[in-house]
């Protein structure tokens, strides 16, 4: 007999087609079966070693997380509830040009400060890998063999292979280390990394100019993946920002994918239909274009990203000597507050739109869920006296919250052709961006249920089948006989995020059961020990 028959459930197949019911049966891993409206008929009904009543639940595909900053975190926790609890099945690691593999040991100490304020020091994890492919085989091993709690697929991060090619310094690369730049991108792809990220208003990859990037793309297009920019402004010069990554890539012949494609800022309120007008141009032509996006308003990144990138050159230490040094901090406060530093998007910064989420050391525990401003007016000096000091006494570890979003770009975004969901969730810090716990559900409850933006089916279908296509996967993302059994039932009638602002780390409701490779992770709204999870890597083309 076969493993599960999953019975009476409404399917939402992820392809966007209308809902159907059925009796869906797995086996190993995978679906072998789907009877369509199976007590209707009255036919003979499938039978398993184990029976689920879906009666009043959508089953659809495991949801794909397209930004995803998990990269530690599931090497830490075996639990990851965070994400396990919403549905999702498969996580895309890598994001923003900054990660853990290709490295050395000199880059992964660099790469390691840099980016503390997403995953943590790291001190928790043991680094024995260097390769991407280590790395790769490093999450199917997971916690003793078993595997993680949800799948993972990577990308080759352009800002860490920078660093470990040209170093921290803003300069061009030489035409060797180019070269050697294009075999450690083909090798993580060969390995099975799905793309290449960039973070281009971190660094060291917004010291790459463009046409290096076009190289990198190049070798991305001829192994069937995909280029992820976090690009150059989100702020002032957006518009020209999108642009450039569009030509960019259109001229290399490789496919774009926007990584939290979003407009912020007082500049964009309102201007999300320009960008989107861009976007159809393109597509009209014969781009391949996709993007994601998280629903919420405020931005989510560390405060030291908000530096001009002229003082982060030279990497984490150069940057703590510089914020240190009384007549260079005082140029970085005028970049930041007057003229707009590039590492805000061009626009001078308001503290009063800068929330710390998180910070390594406890004892700064104070400032955490307070605007810089805030504790700034409440210590009795300026805020970027208070930025410097957390800066300088935390090593550049705080997290922030940037509250500079637009309610009618997100939704005007949601409703694109080729949006796909990404949480671009940061798991540490005591006050974590809520999108970390609640982004899918989020999507089905409130901006499906409740306001109507998205159907039903349209809203699955950009969390399951599109971004499976993205990543060229051939047997996921879709309710299928014969593809994965990655599957989440939830109730549509009270699927809703837990997560706030003021309780961050609350899970979800509406989601009882939660399958990867066929076995329950979320099993009647709970964790079970399961860790089913595995690297997905990269199609052959």
Same mark, same amino acid.
């Given at each position: 007999?076969?493993?599960?028959?999953?019975?009476?459930?409404?399917? #939402?197949?992820?392809?966007?087609?209308?809902?159907?019911?059925?009796? @869906? @049966?797995?086996?190993?891993?995978?679906?072998?079966?789907?009877?369509?409206?199976?007590?209707?008929?009255?036919?003979?009904?499938?039978?398993?070693?184990?029976?689920?009543?879906?009666?009043?639940?959508?089953?659809?595909?495991?949801?794909?997380?397209?930004?995803?900053?998990?990269?530690?975190?599931?090497?830490?926790?075996?639990?990851?509830?965070?994400?396990?609890?919403?549905?999702?099945?498969?996580?895309?690691?890598?994001?923003?040009?900054?990660?853990?593999?290709?490295?050395?040991?000199?880059?992964?100490?660099?790469?390691?400060?840099?980016?503390?304020?997403?995953?943590?020091?790291?001190?928790?994890?043991?680094?024995?890998?260097?390769? #991407?492919?280590?790395?790769?085989?490093?999450?199917?091993?997971?916690?003793?063999?078993?595997?993680?709690?949800?799948?993972?697929?990577?990308?080759?991060?352009?800002?860490?292979?920078?660093?470990? @090619? @040209?170093?921290?310094?803003?300069?061009?690369?030489?035409?060797?280390?180019?070269?050697?730049?294009?075999?450690?991108?083909?090798?993580?792809?060969?390995?099975?990394?799905?793309?290449?990220?960039?973070?281009?208003?971190?660094?060291?990859?917004?010291?790459?100019?463009?046409?290096?990037?076009?190289?990198?793309?190049?070798?991305?297009?001829?192994?069937?993946?995909?280029?992820?920019?976090?690009?150059?402004?989100?702020?002032?010069?957006?518009?020209?920002?999108?642009?450039?990554?569009?030509?960019?890539?259109?001229?290399?012949?490789?496919?774009?994918?926007?990584?939290?494609?979003?407009?912020?800022?007082?500049?964009? =309120?309102?201007?999300?239909?320009?960008?989107?007008?861009?976007?159809?141009?393109?597509?009209?032509?014969?781009?391949?274009?996709?993007?994601?996006?998280?629903?919420?308003?405020?931005?989510?990144?560390?405060?030291?990203?908000?530096?001009?990138?002229?003082?982060?050159?030279?990497?984490?230490?150069?940057?703590?000597?510089?914020?240190?040094?009384?007549?260079?901090?005082?140029?970085?406060?005028?970049?930041?507050?007057?003229?707009?530093?590039?590492?805000?998007?061009?626009?001078?910064?308001?503290?009063?739109?800068?929330?710390?989420?998180?910070?390594?050391?406890?004892?700064?525990?104070?400032?955490?869920?307070?605007?810089?401003?805030?504790?700034?007016?409440?210590?009795?000096?300026?805020?970027?006296?208070?930025?410097?000091?957390?800066?300088?006494?935390?090593?550049?570890?705080?997290?922030?919250?940037?509250?500079?979003?637009?309610? =009618?770009?997100?939704?005007?975004?949601?409703?694109?052709?080729?949006?796909?969901?990404?949480?671009?969730?940061?798991?540490?810090?005591?006050?974590?961006?809520?999108?970390?716990?609640?982004?899918?559900?989020?999507?089905?409850?409130?901006?499906?249920?409740?306001?109507?933006?998205?159907?039903?089916?349209?809203? #699955?279908?950009?969390?399951?089948?599109?971004?499976?296509?993205?990543?060229?996967?051939?047997?996921?993302?879709?309710?299928?006989?014969?593809?994965?059994?990655?599957? #989440?039932?939830?109730?549509?009638?009270?699927?809703?995020?837990?997560?706030?602002?003021?309780?961050?780390?609350?899970?979800?409701?509406?989601?009882?059961?939660?399958?990867?490779?066929?076995?329950?992770?979320?099993?009647?709204?709970?964790?079970?020990?399961?860790?089913?999870?595995?690297?997905?890597?990269?199609?052959?083309?």
């Amino acid at each position: 007999m076969e493993d599960l028959v999953i019975r009476d459930a409404d399917v #939402v197949d992820g392809s966007g087609a209308d809902s159907h019911r059925a009796d @869906v @049966v797995i086996d190993g891993g995978r679906i072998v079966s789907i009877v369509k409206e199976a007590a209707a008929a009255g036919c003979q009904r499938p039978k398993a070693v184990r029976e689920l009543d879906a009666e009043g639940l959508v089953l659809a595909p495991g949801f794909i997380d397209m930004h995803a900053h998990s990269d530690l975190a599931l090497l830490r926790d075996p639990d990851h509830s965070a994400k396990a609890a919403q549905g999702v099945t498969l996580e895309v690691l890598g994001q923003d040009g900054l990660s853990y593999a290709p490295v050395d040991e000199p880059t992964l100490e660099g790469v390691r400060r840099a980016i503390t304020g997403w995953n943590g020091p790291g001190d928790d994890v043991d680094f024995d890998w260097r390769s #991407v492919g280590e790395y790769l085989d490093r999450l199917d091993h997971g916690f003793d063999g078993r595997g993680i709690a949800v799948n993972a697929a990577y990308l080759v991060p352009q800002g860490t292979v920078r660093a470990l @090619v @040209v170093g921290w310094e803003d300069r061009p690369a030489a035409p060797r280390e180019l070269d050697r730049m294009r075999a450690l991108v083909a090798e993580g792809l060969e390995q099975g990394a799905v793309g290449l990220s960039s973070g281009l208003t971190y660094t060291p990859g917004m010291y790459a100019e463009n046409a290096e990037l076009g190289e990198l793309c190049a070798v991305v297009a001829r192994y069937g993946g995909y280029y992820c920019p976090h690009h150059r402004s989100y702020g002032a010069g957006a518009l020209e920002a999108y642009a450039e990554m569009v030509e960019l890539t259109a001229k290399a012949g490789c496919a774009l994918h926007l990584a939290h494609a979003t407009m912020n800022f007082g500049v964009n =309120e309102g201007r999300a239909p320009e960008l989107l007008a861009l976007l159809d141009e393109a597509l009209d032509s014969g781009a391949d274009i996709s993007l994601d996006t998280y629903p919420y308003t405020p931005g989510c990144t560390t405060l030291a990203a908000l530096l001009p990138g002229w003082a982060s050159e030279g990497g984490p230490a150069e940057t703590l000597r510089r914020l240190a040094d009384d007549a260079t901090a005082e140029r970085i406060r005028h970049d930041l507050e007057v003229t707009g530093a590039d590492g805000c998007h061009g626009v001078p910064v308001d503290w009063e739109t800068v929330e710390i989420s998180g910070v390594t050391d406890p004892a700064l525990g104070d400032f955490v869920g307070r605007t810089v401003r805030a504790s700034a007016d409440r210590r009795g000096e300026a805020p970027w006296t208070t930025a410097r000091r957390l800066l300088i006494d935390d090593g550049l570890g705080p997290t922030i919250l940037q509250h500079v979003g637009h309610e =009618e770009n997100v939704r005007a975004i949601m409703r694109h052709r080729v949006h796909t969901g990404g949480s671009d969730g940061v798991l540490t810090g005591a006050k974590p961006h809520p999108r970390a716990y609640g982004t899918f559900p989020r999507y089905l409850g409130h901006y499906t249920r409740e306001l109507g933006i998205l159907t039903l089916e349209e809203c #699955v279908a950009r969390l399951t089948g599109r971004p499976a296509a993205r990543l060229r996967l051939p047997d996921r993302g879709l309710v299928r006989e014969g593809y994965r059994a990655d599957l #989440v039932l939830f109730d549509p009638r009270t699927v809703a995020a837990g997560s706030t602002y003021e309780s961050p780390r609350t899970l979800p409701t509406g989601i009882p059961h939660v399958l990867v490779d066929g076995r329950f992770v979320i099993e009647d709204g709970r964790r079970t020990d399961v860790l089913a999870g595995r690297a997905v890597r990269r199609s052959p083309v």
